[in-house]
Structure formats: structure tokens, C-alpha cells
């Protein structure tokens, strides 16, 4: 193998392997409905496509339905990307509420969907075009693949399954390992026989922002995924940066040698 080459590749699931918006929206409109008990169940026609627009400035799952109740109580999309964190919290305490609550709602929620019926909850995750066989490439090859997320690791590998990707036991590390993905990183390269070159594909800049902090990863190549849940304000920040890199799902798709 080339020395350009990663032997570790690093990637995100959503947002980067898979798209979980159609969950994403329905276990939002579900929760909403439980803490707003509004007079219909069926959602706004428009809503759906305007969270879709708008999921980028989520963090944490229990934005998810205070930013449906931004959009229903008709705060301007402009407002909600320059300053959404101020806002969530303003909804907050302005209907004295609480963000644990809210995420406990939307965690219980969601496991019993995934109780109830499993096979409808995987339905609504679609994988990015050219995905499915790019991971059957990198399993085929000598890059040890690794899948870093915060969802349950359980569900990753069911997906996955669903494509006929069969992966490596112990190289999904989801939700249920309980630790930040830089301390996830730290241990791949504590763990290695030999110095890793290791290469992290993420959507999330805040997330590679903070890896980028860490001097002791100096070492690991950072990649924003442009297809995920990011914006073009957060890819043009980026394309002068010197460590952090905007990858394309076309580029993603060729070898190695090509990426950035």
C-alpha cells in the first residue's frame, strides 16, 4: 500500500454513510405532538422539507422538535440559521420547558418505534448514492474501516446488513461506547501494532473543529463530508484551511490518490 494511503479510514454514519431525514422528521413530529398536543396529527405540508433545509443547526436530538415548533410558530429560516442556539433556548424558557425532558420524550419515542416495528424505522434511512459499493471496496481492501457515530451501534450493523455489508467485529463504535470520537481516534492509534495513518470523514465541522484542537491527533487527516448535514457557509470556511478538508461524494468514490 502506498504511504498516501490511509490503513485506518474513519467515517461518520449519518450524514455521511447514511441519510436518517425521514426518521429524523417523524420521530421529531411524533415527540412534538406529545409535548405541543397540537390539533392535528398530520403534519403541515410543508414542514417535512423545511426541517430538512434546516437540520444542519441541529446538535443535540431535542432540537429536533423545538425546531418544528420554531417553524410553526413561524420564526424566519433566516433567524434560525444565523442564531438557532439562542432561539432553542428562548422557546425554552419562554414555554417552560426543559431539554432533558424533551430528549427523554424523544428517546423513549423512538425505542418504541424500533420495538413496535423495526423493519418501518430502517425503512427511513437511505444510503448516499455510490455509498454501498465504495464500503463493499474498503472492506475488500487491506484499509481497516471503521465507523465512528452516535447512533446504536446494533442499528448501524442492521443497515448495513440490509446492503450486504457484513462489518468487522469491533469496528462500529456507536452510541453505546459512550465516548467523544477524538477519544475514539486516541485509542486507534494507542492500539495499533505500528503508527496509523488515519483518515476521518465527518459532516459535522464542529466535530473536526474540536479533533483539530487536540495536538496529539495532529497526525489524523480531516475530511467534511459536502453531503451532509453541513452548509455552504460552513465549505467555503473551510477551503483555505490547512488541515481540514471538503470532500465531494464523487471523490469520496475514487481512490485514494484523488481525494484532497
Known amino acids: 500500500m502506498s504511504i ?33 398536543s397540537p390539533t392535528s396529527l398530520t ?14 443547526v441541529i446538535e443535540v436530538g431535542w432540537e429536533m422538535p423545538v425546531l418544528l415548533r420554531a417553524l410553526l410558530v413561524r420564526i424566519d429560516e433566516e433567524k434560525i440559521w444565523q442564531d438557532w442556539v439562542a432561539i ?5 424558557l ?12 424523544l428517546d423513549n419515542i423512538r425505542d418504541e418505534w424500533i420495538a413496535s416495528d423495526l423493519s418501518e424505522w ?26 465512528i457515530t452516535t447512533k446504536e451501534g446494533r442499528f448501524v450493523r442492521q443497515l448495513l446488513q440490509q446492503q450486504n455489508i457484513e462489518m468487522a467485529e469491533g469496528s462500529i463504535l456507536g452510541k453505546e461506547s ?6 475514539i481516534l486516541r485509542e486507534s492509534i494507542a492500539t495499533s501494532a505500528e503508527p496509523p495513518v488515519i483518515w476521518f470523514v465527518e459532516d459535522r465541522l464542529k466535530t473536526l473543529r474540536s479533533v483539530q484542537k487536540q495536538s496529539d491527533l495532529d497526525a489524523v487527516r480531516l475530511y467534511l463530508a459536502d453531503w451532509g448535514y453541513n452548509t455552504p457557509a460552513q465549505h467555503e470556511s473551510v477551503r483555505q484551511d490547512t488541515r481540514i478538508k471538503l470532500l465531494s461524494l464523487s471523490q469520496f ?7 484532497p
Open 253 to 259: 468514490a475514487e481512490d485514494f490518490s484523488d481525494w
Open 122 to 147: 430502517l425503512s427511513l434511512h437511505r444510503f448516499y448514492p455510490g455509498i454501498v459499493e465504495r464500503l463493499q471496496q474498503l472492506i475488500a481492501s487491506p484499509v481497516q474501516l471503521r465507523i
Open 88 to 92: 432553542a433556548q428562548q422557546i425554552l
Open 178 to 183: 459512550q465516548r467523544p470520537k477524538s477519544e
Open 94 to 105: 419562554e414555554e417552560g420547558l426543559v431539554a432533558a425532558d424533551i430528549g427523554r420524550k
Open 4 to 36: 498516501i494511503n490511509p490503513n485506518i479510514l474513519a467515517l461518520d454514519f449519518d450524514g455521511v454513510i447514511c441519510d436518517g431525514l425521514l426518521e429524523y422528521f417523524e420521530t421529531a413530529w411524533r415527540t412534538y405532538c406529545q409535548v405541543w
Open 43 to 56: 403534519p403541515p405540508e410543508d414542514l417535512a422539507p423545511r426541517f430538512y433545509r434546516l437540520r444542519p
